[in-house]
């Protein structure tokens, strides 16, 4: 016999998503102990579990789940066999559609671009305190990308307006906003992607004294601090709109410890992701939950509808970004990103997208 826990890491499947099958009738544990609940499998089961986490991944709905588990071990395997090519069928219809759909938004796309100048090609010069500059690149630089099918993602925002200067950088997984305030000359807005690398050069001038001159002529942006300079080409793309993106729905707030969290997330218990991450490796993800005292506490599993999954390395690198004893926690519905945020500005913070244990 197997334990749920077993049965999840042997068969692909999470506990949650065993828990869901139980109670949908797909696959029932052979045996649940009275005393404490315990759900216990047995051997016959391995296979089944294997079975329904591949057409669990093929997308194929709950239904149809249950009629090929249910044929699986007949001798008649024609139902079987009609209900996967059904489903087949339907998937390329489906991309058959979307297709369609994304040819469509293409085109709306084509007639949406404009001749006219844009931020990011615009000229400005913006001066700022060094130690402003250099805590505003240590906030987001953790969060830039590296995947190569995403060019535009490879290096981080800097949004320049008014007096003030923006960074921010995402993955798609995290993002992570800076602003850091200064001069400009008055000029229209402008926007410019600086690639890693040179915004690692640019982090290298920077120390905690004087002020520094950035300046964006085009796609051209340099750095000067005294003699020294770092300049470079920006990234020739566009960067999806930030402000749209750190619109989250209210939720609960949590000022926590950050070496206190940081241990617990670090000797904690671990879930492993079902979908693999940026890097191929399926993540490792904490389970947080903020109980009703205030305090955030690492849980074994999801049970609870108020807790919340996280990429736990993600969580790790975006607490010490924060660069504070205490940082407040804000999290809305499970399905919701996870905002880290100071406690002395709203103005810098990171956000976590949550991964979903049954998915």
Request: with cysteine.
């Amino acid at each position: 016999m197997r334990s749920i826990g077993e049965m999840a890491r042997s068969s692909g499947l999470s506990v949650s998503a065993l828990r869901f099958y139980d109670g949908a009738g797909v696959l029932v544990p052979a045996r649940v102990d009275p005393v404490n609940g315990y759900r216990w499998y047995g051997p016959e089961q391995f296979e089944e579990a294997r079975l329904l986490a591949r057409l669990r991944r093929a997308g194929m709905p709950l239904a149809d789940l249950r009629l090929v588990l249910a044929g699986w071990s007949s001798t008649d395997t024609e139902l079987v066999r009609r209900l996967l090519q059904t489903h087949l069928n339907r998937l390329e219809r489906d991309l058959s559609d979307a297709r369609r759909e994304l040819s469509t938004v293409r085109a709306l796309l084509d007639h949406k671009e404009s001749p006219m100048t844009s931020p990011r090609t615009a000229t400005a010069r913006f001066t700022v305190a060094a130690c402003e500059m250099a805590a505003a690149l240590d906030a987001v630089r953790f969060a830039a990308s590296t995947d190569p099918d995403l060019p535009m993602l490879g290096g981080v925002l800097l949004d320049i307006e008014g007096g003030s200067l923006h960074a921010v950088a995402t993955d798609r997984y995290r993002m992570a906003v800076a602003r850091a305030r200064g001069t400009g000359d008055g000029a229209p807005r402008a926007q410019i992607i600086v690639p890693s690398p040179l915004a690692d050069a640019m982090r290298a001038l920077l120390s905690d004294r004087g002020s520094v001159q950035l300046t964006v002529e085009g796609n051209h942006v340099a750095l000067e601090a005294g003699a020294r300079q770092a300049a470079g080409q920006c990234l020739d793309h566009d960067f999806p709109d930030y402000r749209r993106l750190v619109r989250l729905p209210a939720g609960a707030r949590a000022l926590v410890d950050v070496p206190a969290l940081r241990e617990a997330v670090e000797t904690g218990p671990v879930r492993i992701a079902e979908a693999r991450g940026p890097s191929g490796v399926s993540p490792r993800l904490s389970v947080l939950k903020v109980g009703g005292d205030g305090t955030v506490a690492v849980c074994a599993d999801d049970d609870d509808s108020d807790s919340v999954a996280v990429n736990r390395d993600f969580l790790l690198h975006a607490l010490a970004a924060g660069a504070r004893d205490q940082l407040i926690l804000e999290f809305g519905a499970p399905t919701a990103p996870m905002a880290i945020r100071r406690t002395d500005t709203e103005d810098t913070f990171s956000i976590l997208m949550p991964v979903r244990l049954d998915a």
